[in-house]
């Protein structure tokens, strides 16, 4: 998840599902996902700092097993902000903070959908890994998706219950926050690309790209303050639910051309965005295992709580996907000019595994990502890209976007 990149994130122990279950440096006794093993792993050799990572762990309540040892990660009962949108919908009206007017669904009968379907988003309620939105540009694709949704034939089980909503318009923040679940600190904003193709086109993917801090210019004073304040609200809303807001919160924000430019929150989740994690943690300009290690003592270090931290230089990066990807992409492709260093560059890896003559290959839809760091981001833009293609990185059939960041340099 791209966290190698800060100096100190080296000191950390990343445990959870997917690809973030390791100690860097150090052959670890369980595999990723294997919760009772990491429980087990945690318990006994207790480290300083565990931070549980991906969503499915959160919501399956491995930080609750771990209640007393030194863990960065929500309870169950807060991720569910992210692992039950319906869930999520219901806290946001209870504590007045801006969503797009939504409808829970169980049963086809339960909406009707008007000619323009591209008034509509349906979401998954459940944990989709990221894939649970779907935009319908047609009627007809719209009650296609909903039946495919509630019969569990799209998302399995996470789509059975349906979340309709209004869909809305205008640039989208991500902005994370630290917990200790009282106090908060908030990073640098980013922005991800969700698109596949340039200019925003093609079909939505897990992120194509990401850049921070986005320059304070892009919004006004008034927009980041409504934004920070939606921040405070979640967490003092979880608090005075009783589920208190220990770990990493990520807001997806929208400022919606339809509610005058104010934000409105399009999504939860529990953890670091993915590509966002690879250019918010770079960018820091204060110590991420001080913030994380104090967070999860429950006591957020003092000279960080309340603030919204600067950004020490910009970072971009930019992925690099398999062809067919997001639909079906293909594997197993020698990747190519790997044993090369970037000046300022991280290459940080997202499907890749070692083929059989040691070589490393492609082995999923998000391969890599090269993150170019720079005084500005244009900077940080031109390191990314000289990094890729030609007999820099690349292989065959490569898919990356070539303007993340352009709306803001
Ligand atoms: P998610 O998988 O929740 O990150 O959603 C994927 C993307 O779908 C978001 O980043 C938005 O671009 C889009 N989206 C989700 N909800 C809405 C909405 N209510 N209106 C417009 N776009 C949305
Ligand atoms: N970049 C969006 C996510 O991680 O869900």
Not at 54 to 66: A, H, K, T
Request: charge should be negative; proline fraction near 6%.
């Amino acid at each position: 998840m791209g966290l190698s990149l800060s100096d100190d994130v080296d000191r950390l122990t990343f445990a959870g599902g997917n690809a973030g279950t390791a100690q860097i440096g150090e052959n670890l006794p369980f595999g990723p996902g294997d919760l009772d093993a990491i429980a087990d792993y945690v318990q006994e050799v207790k480290p300083p700092l565990t931070v549980v990572g991906p969503e499915q762990p959160l919501v399956d309540g491995l930080v609750d097993r771990l209640d007393g040892y030194p863990v960065l990660g929500s309870s169950a009962a807060a991720a569910r902000l992210e692992g039950d949108k319906a869930f999520a919908v219901g806290f946001m009206q209870r504590h007045h903070i801006p969503c797009p007017d939504s409808l829970i669904v169980d049963r086809p009968d339960d909406v009707y959908f008007g000619p323009d379907a591209q008034s509509y988003v349906l979401k998954a309620s459940g944990l989709a890994g990221g894939k649970g939105v779907i935009l319908p540009e047609t009627h007809e694709e719209a009650v296609q998706a909903l039946h495919g949704m509630l019969s569990g034939e799209l998302f399995g089980e996470a789509g059975e219950r349906v979340v309709v909503q209004q869909r809305l318009h205008g640039p989208e923040v991500s902005l994370f926050a630290v917990s200790d679940g009282k106090d908060y600190v908030i990073l640098p904003p980013a922005q991800d690309h969700k698109r596949l193709y340039d200019g925003d086109q093609g079909p939505n993917t897990g992120g194509m790209g990401a850049y921070a801090p986005v320059p304070a210019d892009f919004l006004s004073g008034d927009q980041w303050q409504k934004a920070y304040d939606i921040v405070d609200r979640t967490i003092a809303g979880a608090r005075a639910d009783d589920m208190p807001y220990k770990g990493i919160l990520y807001v997806g924000l929208m400022f919606a051309e339809e509610c005058g430019g104010d934000p409105v929150v399009i999504e939860y989740n529990c953890r670091f965005g993915d590509p966002e994690a690879q250019v918010v943690l770079p960018t820091l300009d204060t110590s991420v295992h001080g913030i994380f290690e104090s967070a999860a003592h429950g006591h957020l270090d003092r000279s960080v709580a309340g603030k919204q931290l600067g950004a020490k230089a910009a970072a971009l990066t930019i992925c690099l996907a398999a062809p067919g990807y997001p639909a079906s992409p293909q594997k197993g492709s020698r990747i190519h000019g790997l044993e090369r260093t970037y000046d300022d560059v991280t290459i940080q890896h997202g499907s890749t595994k070692l083929g059989s003559d040691n070589s490393i290959v492609t082995a999923g839809g998000r391969v890599l990502y090269v993150t170019g760091m720079g005084k500005n981001l244009q900077t940080a833009s031109q390191r990314a890209q000289a990094a890729i293609g030609g007999d820099a990185i690349h292989f065959d059939g490569m898919q990356h976007r070539t303007d993340i960041g352009r709306q803001v340099f």
